[in-house]
């Protein structure tokens, strides 16, 4: 079940307002509708003393919740502009985007209320859920496993009993009310990927994605992992990636002994396995930058975190292939678009998730806890912040790419052979 949400979720994005709208009025329909069979199943559970208690304290605030989320849905949904002049005057603002299939195992103390609230957060940010309930709760679990399907399709919402189910690889996991602390609704995070699309200009984006990714050693937290280039531009995009790495000005990072040996074993793994390695040494210094091509999953290097100037080149045929490569791997913190292309940029944007989004050659950064400090915020909106994904949308510096002052002509590179090792 837990496969098959997360595949209709991605089928689904992005996810409008009308279908957010939707799962809350059906949530309410469901409640609304089934009122006195709710307070039953909670006296019978122990859960309130009698049918008018119950009415009172959790069927009404659940039905608020859920009103107030319909309310405020859309208003919730929109894009925030980012902190900072120059952040303004670039265009970057700031997105929510759904976490995705979202496991939450109920506590016992006022089920229906809290589930409410916690579907009211979760569907107006656009996710899927499963619920567990609390073996204290085996009435209220009973009648609603079986009202759901009659409200929700089980792709949207299911209800289940299974064991394992904290083992379950959810896009994010409950076990009890979430708190107001933001690093407790940290969702996981993959590796971060470079999408070069074919409409991009490779002699100008190529030392942008080598300074990227040399920043720091290549340990930068938001240094990408690896490259999705167009199966019939990956020999040209990795020779102007070597070009650019050669003309790189020297850096100061070293590596230790143990790092040395960690990335060489990376290496000699990818080209047993059938990668090509492409080695540039910078001509004013520094430390290697290797290129790897015909990269696959199956290499450690595609596994583990690189962090080291090591750069994999993955093929894609089509925009959809390089989103669903990404898609196979938890959302990751950063990815890197490159292209002139206006439909297939906003395709990227619409069909993938992230914390951050670098639009050609922008320097990505990520979104900060309290966007709009000087604003207050209803508990309904919070929740919807802790269940969406926060995205900063990165775009160019205003005077151009990094790496353009090491892009001159007659510096002697251009007719150089590439390094195999």
């Not at 619409?350 to 990520?366: F, H, K, N, T, Y």
């Given at each position: 079940m837990l496969e098959a949400q997360r595949a209709a979720f991605y089928a689904g994005l992005p996810v409008s307002p009308a279908s957010r709208r939707d799962r809350l009025q059906r949530a309410m329909q469901m409640i609304g509708q089934n009122a006195e069979a709710l307070c039953r199943a909670l006296v019978?559970?122990?859960t309130a003393p009698d049918a008018e208690s119950a009415r009172a304290a959790e069927v009404e605030p659940a039905l608020a919740a859920l009103q107030a989320a319909l309310d405020g849905v859309e208003r919730w949904m929109q894009p925030e502009k980012a902190r900072g002049l120059l952040a303004r005057a670039r265009g970057d603002h700031v997105e929510y985007q759904p976490i995705g299939v979202i496991g939450v195992a109920l506590p016992a103390s006022l089920p229906l209320f809290r589930i409410a609230g916690l579907l009211a957060g979760i569907f107006a940010a656009g996710n899927r859920v499963m619920l567990q309930f609390d073996a204290a709760s085996p009435r209220l679990a009973e009648l609603v496993g079986e009202l759901a399907p009659h409200f929700f399709d089980p792709l949207e919402l299911a209800v289940v009993t299974d064991g394992g189910f904290a083992e379950l690889a959810f896009d994010l996991l409950l076990t009890h009310e979430p708190q107001e602390d933001h690093a407790a609704m940290a969702a996981r995070s993959g590796k971060s990927p470079v999408i070069v699309g074919r409409s991009a200009d490779f002699a100008k984006i190529a030392g942008t994605i080598v300074a990227h990714k040399r920043a720091n050693g290549g340990r930068a937290p938001l240094a990408p992992d690896f490259l999705l280039a167009p199966d019939d531009q990956e020999e040209a995009i990795?020779?102007?990636?070597?070009?650019?790495?050669?003309?790189?000005?020297?850096?100061?990072?070293?590596?230790?002994?143990?790092?040395?040996?960690?990335?060489?074993?990376?290496?000699?793994?990818?080209?047993?396995?059938?990668?090509?390695?492409?080695?540039?040494?910078?001509?004013?210094?520094?430390?290697?930058?290797?290129?790897?091509?015909?990269?696959?999953?199956?290499?450690?290097?595609m596994q583990e975190d690189i962090r080291g100037p090591i750069l994999p080149i993955r093929n894609y045929a089509r925009i959809e292939d390089a989103i669903a490569a990404i898609r196979r791997r938890p959302?990751?913190?950063?990815?890197?678009y490159f292209g002139r292309?206006?439909?297939?940029?906003?395709?990227?944007?619409?069909?993938?998730?992230?914390?951050?989004?670098?639009?050609?050659?922008?320097?990505?950064?990520?979104a900060k806890a309290g966007l709009d400090a000087g604003r207050d915020i209803g508990r309904g909106e919070a929740d919807f912040r802790r269940f969406s994904r926060i995205r900063r949308v990165c775009r160019p510096r205003l005077f151009g790419f990094l790496g353009r002052a090491g892009r001159r002509a007659g510096d002697g590179v251009g007719e150089a052979a590439p390094a195999l090792r």
């Open positions: 019978a559970d122990g990795a020779d102007w990636l070597w070009r650019a790495a050669v003309r790189a000005g020297g850096d100061r990072a070293l590596l230790s002994g143990t790092e040395q040996r960690r990335l060489t074993r990376l290496l000699d793994d990818a080209r047993a396995r059938g990668g090509e390695v492409r080695t540039a040494e910078p001509r004013r210094g520094g430390m290697p930058f290797h290129i790897v091509r015909h990269a696959s999953d199956d290499m450690l290097l959302p990751p913190l950063s990815i890197y292309d206006a439909a297939e940029r906003r395709h990227v944007l619409e069909q993938s998730l992230s914390s951050a989004i670098a639009i050609d050659g922008a320097v990505p950064s990520l």
